[in-house]
């Protein structure tokens, strides 16, 4: 759209496009400064997205209103990108705008941690519908799901984090077998649970004969998979949850290698055999992969295994991949691919005031109404449609509806599937364990040395622990700390918390 720069009649200036002003023909300032008043901004809000508010005047109201805001812009169109250069105006904390090299969701990931995410409110600039409608609307949504992630990643790792730095500190000191990974050309099949899994059965077992198809299992398909004679060359676990676990006992029976995410419920015996850990981006992990000398691939975290198997193709293997059960749904009554490792639990426990199925059914409500796969299936069809190399395998997922679709994995010759090596772990687990907290500790130490000469890190080894030992009161910290001196006092409190929980856990 041809955008331009007009004069006010106040000296300010404004925008037209296509002919109808973004801001005020007469005072764009004064304009924005009422509009900003109108807008409900309650004591907990503390970062406002405006969603392409112009020349910026929407976002300069919002600071004189409420300094202490944190201000994130997202436009619509790169035009408001040479303006803020010509102008060197800088009215917001962070702006984003379509093709500056960064994905939206990258730019909000950067700006916004998931404990903050229920003190954001996105606002809107009227006058910019006139010009940029859709676009609006498609950018609100984008930024309301990742929100909906976010919060969902916050309660869960507010009932989990302790847990998950218990599972790391175990698997981290404990394996036996680390796993190296050689790169290959193969096709990739990546098998989750969805029932449509089972119709994929008789294309990945013709493959699979012929060697020269690389198979990975979501740890949750691993039995329904062994029991239609299909052995996954990898199986691929990131549940911290104790029942996660019972998806891992047909991987120790047949010495199945498993790439396992750091904080994931490992069953004691799985830790004599191959695995391969998964890590996030977090610096306190890095550490402890990297002391313990165990050789790591980082994932960012997804919320579902089914995507960190699709990460992890894509990285071993320069050949297509195959989605099959990726359903993120519910098929005839039924949650998974059959049978199921916690079939036998329901089944074990059902009696006769309480059938099985009456167990199941709550699961299959959640499931069809509970709205996470729904939240999932948006970022999955925005992340798989821009590989492409993914294909469908009887997938039925909405987000896998415009992918190519497949009803047979096609073998090109020559191709050569990606190899495994084990390799055995020389310090014992009681040195491996010291010299991780002995690491971490160190970190946190140097880290807190330097923000008491005023160097604050982005990365914050002492905030991500923090976050996880600690979530109520480092959500509470996020919201209350306004300066250089709140951010340290903070982080001396934290120190304490992350040391004491550490020492505990050691």
């Known amino acids: ?144 799901g990742f929100l909906k992630r976010a919060s969902a990643n916050a309660t869960t790792v507010a009932h989990f984090g302790k847990r998950w730095v218990r599972n790391a500190f175990s698997l981290a000191s404990r394996t036996t077998y680390g796993l190296r990974i050689e790169t290959g050309t193969s096709p990739v099949v990546v098998a989750a649970s969805g029932p449509s899994l089972e119709t994929a059965f008789p294309s990945i077992r013709a493959a699979q004969r012929t060697g020269t198809v690389f198979v990975i299992a979501v740890s949750s398909a691993l039995r329904s998979l062994c029991e239609a004679g299909i052995r996954p060359d990898l199986a691929v676990a990131t549940d911290g949850g104790g029942w996660a676990s019972f998806h891992l006992h047909e991987a120790f029976r047949r010495s199945i290698p498993v790439a396992m995410a750091l904080t994931a419920a490992c069953p004691s015996a799985l830790l004599s055999k191959p695995l391969f850990p998964l890590r996030d981006q977090s610096r306190w992990q890095a550490i402890a992969c990297e002391i313990a000398g165990l050789e790591s691939m980082a994932t960012p975290q997804r919320g579902t295994v089914a995507a960190t198997a699709l990460d992890i193709a894509l990285a071993i293997s320069s050949g297509p991949i195959y989605a099959a059960g990726f359903d993120l749904g519910v098929d005839l009554g039924r949650t998974h691919a059959r049978p199921n490792a916690l079939d036998r639990v329901q089944e074990d426990s059902a009696n006769r005031l309480r059938p099985a199925l009456a167990s199941a059914y709550p699961r299959f409500l959640n499931a069809r109404y509970g709205g996470a796969f729904r939240v999932y299936e948006q970022w999955m069809a925005k992340r798989i449609g821009n590989s492409g190399r993914i294909n469908s395998l009887f997938s039925r997922s909405e987000a896998c509806k415009n992918l190519p679709q497949a009803a047979d994995i096609q073998l090109e010759e020559p191709n050569r599937k990606p190899r495994l090596y084990a390799v055995e772990e020389t310090i014992h687990e009681a040195d491996r364990r010291r010299l991780i907290f002995d690491a971490l500790r160190n970190a946190a130490e140097a880290e807190l040395s330097a923000a008491r000469q005023g160097c604050f890190v982005g990365n914050s080894l002492i905030g991500e622990l923090a976050e996880l030992l600690a979530p109520k009161e480092y959500a509470e910290a996020l919201r209350s700390a306004r300066t250089d001196t709140d951010s340290l006092q903070t982080k001396v409190r934290f120190a304490g918390i992350v040391e004491d929980a550490l020492g505990r856990i050691y």
């Open 1 to 144: 759209m041809p955008e331009s720069i007009l004069l006010a009649r106040s000296g300010d200036p404004t925008v037209s496009v296509d002919g109808a002003f973004m801001h005020s023909r007469y005072d764009p300032r004064s304009e924005a400064v009422r509009y900003a008043a109108a807008i409900q901004l309650p004591p907990e809000t503390k970062i406002v997205i405006c969603i392409e508010p112009g020349l910026g005047y929407l976002c300069e109201a919002i600071r004189l209103r409420r300094p202490e805001i944190r201000i994130l812009s997202v436009h619509c169109s790169r035009f408001y990108s040479e303006f803020e250069k010509s102008t060197d105006r800088k009215d917001s904390d962070g702006t984003w705008f379509p093709g500056n090299g960064i994905e939206l969701e990258s730019f909000l990931e950067n700006w916004i941690a998931d404990s903050e995410a229920e003190s954001v409110r996105m606002v809107d600039w009227k006058p910019a519908f006139a010009a940029y409608g859709k676009r609006i609307t498609a950018l609100a949504s984008e930024i309301a």
